[in-house]
């Protein structure tokens, strides 16, 4: 042990200060500031950019005697209850309307019927997932019939809609905007696709009407082959094939094969009929992180077969969004870990009602993003 | 110090070049302070560059010129807790300047414990001790009453006195 009178401003000076590297962390923090500035200066300008042109697409506000009206600032508002069928995938994937990442103006016809104009005013797609905005505009405009309406939407031949959600929601005086979200299978075809609408009970009353049919450009989509695989001859075999990637959504492409001549005639009637991915981990370090938001799973897409071997496609959609426990929110499956490992829970029916997991597949996370 | 303070008007109006001088000048207390805390050399310089960012970040919103080296040393400490909090083993203290064994020996023992110190009175030893400043201005700087700053200079000291190597009357 050492005793002694402690100087402290002495044993300060003692420390050595190797004054180039410090000055070097200095200037190279300054650095960082100023590239720091400039990119929230870029990004300001990005979302003023896309503010005015949402204001410009959607026309949010509008001055009235009773004051300025906002639009719906969500698609599908839980909170405000547009709608009774609210989905908080379809909300995560096109709720923020500053994104127009994912959004098509459409130049569409105004459609007269019993008093009132419907327009369709845009298109919003991601994989997976589609959407269309109309227009009501009229005097006697009744919201409680506008919710009752029956919306039928049909698309190329290639595609079917799956849990189609409406909302509505008063942007001013005599004008009302409708939101329509639905997912879709094989959504990846390369072409422009078409979508048709038609709504029965209009406002209430007895007539229908079908609205122009809208001409949406094909979706850029960045395709992921993928080569995981469980399971074994006697119980089938599951795989992921493919995901489509767009910036807010993905689909997974999965497949269930058998031999005939293994499984049993109950087993192979099964599988035909649905295997589901509806649960997908995030996993860090061996350590489950959280989970993602799931939007429709298990929607059969083919069938084919060789000699013994049946093959049966499915699709699940998933919205990019990971809920990350330790946060206690949803997070962008981009700003995740990237040495992240998702783990795709695949079922099958089981023989007396239970689901049967016939294993878990593993893509790394950056599979899943475009 | 007007010339300080005309420096620090002029970095709040978003010159980075008088913000770079008033840095460089407080170089050595900067980066002593953050190895006092880290004890470990390149956590410290990593610590220095991050205050930096920081304080170009924000020296906008400094209302009081007067009180830029209050400022930047609460930006440090805050940046320092970061870092300290991450799980790092703590390594061992090097920082030899002179050729007498008695006093390399000394200085080399108060240093390994100071790093022993729990962390909150450590942070209090460092500022009354190393960047000289008076319990207030410690308050000032950690956002708690003097009378705080008080006792964990007292429990810090205790410390040092009961645990440490060095034996003194702090």
Known sequence: ?370 | MKKGIELVLQAKRGDREALSTLLIDRQSKMYKTALLYVHNQEDALDIVQETSLQAFLSIKHLRHPQYFDTWLVRILINVSRRFYNRDRPISEVVELTTDCHRQVDLHQDLMQDLAMVPEKYRLVLILFYFNELQESEIAKVLRVPTGTVKSRLNRGREWLREKGDVIREY
């Not at chain 1, 879709?184 to 009407?209: A, C, E, K, L």
Request: aromatic content about 6%.
């Open chain 1, 1 to 370: 042990m050492s005793s002694v009178n402690i100087k402290w401003r002495q044993e300060t000076d003692k420390i050595e200060v190797p004054k180039t590297a410090v000055t070097r962390a200095i200037t190279q923090g300054l650095d960082q500031a100023t590239q720091h500035q400039r990119h929230h200066r870029r990004l300001g300008l990005i979302i003023t950019v896309a503010a005015l042109l949402c204001i410009t697409l959607f026309n949010p506000l509008t001055i009235q005697a009773g004051g300025v009206v906002p639009a719906i600032h969500q698609l599908l508002d839980k909170n405000s209850q547009k709608t009774h069928n609210y989905d908080p995938t379809m909300n995560k994937i096109f709720g923020d309307l500053s994104d127009v990442s994912s959004y098509q103006s459409v130049s569409s016809s105004t459609v007269k019927v019993d008093g009132l104009k419907i327009q369709i005013r845009g298109v919003m797609m991601s994989a997976g997932i589609k959407a269309f905005v109309v227009d009501y505009r009229g005097a006697h405009i009744n919201p409680a019939a506008l919710r009752r309406q029956d919306v039928q939407v049909t698309l190329n031949q290639h595609q079917s809609v799956i849990d189609l959600e409406q909302n509505y929601g008063q942007v001013a005086l005599g004008h009302y905007r409708q939101f329509v979200a639905f997912y879709v299978n094989d959504d990846t075809s390369p072409r422009d696709d078409s979508i048709d609408i038609h709504i029965g009970h209009v406002n209430g009353s007895s007539q229908n009407v079908s609205l122009p049919t809208i001409k949406t450009k094909a979706l850029p989509v960045t395709v992921h082959k993928i080569t995981a695989k469980v399971g074994n001859s006697t119980v089938g075999q599951g795989s992921i094939d493919q995901i489509d990637t767009t910036p807010h959504s993905f689909v997974l492409n999965y497949s269930v094969s058998f031999d005939q001549q293994k499984v049993t005639k109950k087993t192979a009637s099964l599988i035909r009929k649905a295997a589901w991915v509806s649960e997908a981990d995030v996993i860090v370090n061996k350590k489950k992180i959280g989970d993602l938001m799931l939007g429709s799973s298990g929607t059969k897409v083919d069938e084919y077969q060789k000699l013994n071997q049946v093959t049966t496609k499915f699709q699940s959609i998933f919205a990019s969004q990971c809920y990350v426990n330790s946060k206690g929110k949803y997070v962008a499956i981009r700003s995740l870990n990237p040495n992240a490992i998702v783990r795709f829970k695949l079922e099958i029916p089981g023989h007396n009602s239970h689901d049967r997991v016939l294993g878990y597949l593993r893509v790394p996370i950056n599979s899943l993003i475009p």
